[in-house]
């Protein structure tokens, strides 16, 4: 059995969450998703989510990304805890 992470945020995330909630309506629906997989697998060993260690970033810049749909959340893991650090949505003109 794996153990349980328990996830924070901080007050950066909490104000971008904030204001993508206002304007995103699916914002909720990814939140909770993103928090049921932190709790559960934060490193990505069962290999079922689209999570990845970023490179050439460093503790406490968010050092782990992960990817539902459009949204963005990057996180750092200190033992038993999970922070979140950003919340971003991928613009559908990102690469034009």
């Known amino acids: 059995m794996t153990p349980s992470f328990s996830v924070r945020t901080t007050a950066h995330f909490d104000r971008l ?3 993508l909630s206002r304007r995103h ?3 909720a629906d990814r939140y909770a998703e993103a928090l049921a ?3 559960s697998d934060p490193y990505n060993r069962s ?5 990845i260690k970023l490179e050439g970033v460093g503790p406490d810049d968010g050092q782990y990304r992960l990817r539902l749909g459009r949204w963005r959340f ?3 893991i200190y033992r038993q805890d999970v922070v979140l650090k950003r919340c971003s ?3 559908e003109d990102t690469y034009r």
């Open 89 to 91: 949505l991928r613009r």
């Open 25 to 27: 309506a699916d914002f």
């Open 37 to 39: 997989i932190l709790r």
């Open 74 to 76: 990057r996180y750092d």
């Open 17 to 19: 969450m904030r204001r």
């Open 47 to 51: 290999r079922r989510h689209a999570i």
